[in-house]
Nanobody, 116 residues
């Protein structure tokens, strides 16, 4: 199983960006999918998570600005990021629980840089 993330880059403060992460390989089911991020010198933190049924969870710092969604037919999770701030600058990692909640896979990370 592999997760391929895409969509990162450089954006100005107040701008928008959409991240995508597609899972491929021997997949029978995917439970939770989501995004974490890690800024320089900081621990990796949860940004947003979505269950197979569509229930979502967000970090307080991104509520109202970020929206997570998924396309189960494409095994893909998305993160729409609006009103971006410099403090959103980080490497964003997607994750997915594939075939079992005990098997968690990670994408390679995509850099998001928000300039002030």
């Amino acid at each position: 199983v592999q997760l391929q993330a895409s969509g990162g880059g450089l954006v100005q403060t107040g701008g928008s960006m959409r991240l995508s992460c597609a899972a491929s390989g021997s997949i029978f089911s995917i439970n939770d999918m989501g995004w974490y991020r890690q800024a320089p010198g900081k621990q990796r933190e949860l940004v947003a998570d979505i269950t197979s049924g569509g229930s979502t969870k967000y970090a307080d710092s991104v509520k109202g600005r970020f929206t997570i969604s998924r396309d189960n037919a494409k095994n893909t999770v998305y993160l729409q990021m609006n009103s971006l701030k410099p403090e959103d600058t980080a490497v964003y990692y997607c994750h997915a629980e594939v075939n079992s909640k005990w098997y968690v896979y990670w994408g390679q990370g995509t850099q998001v840089t928000v300039s002030s």
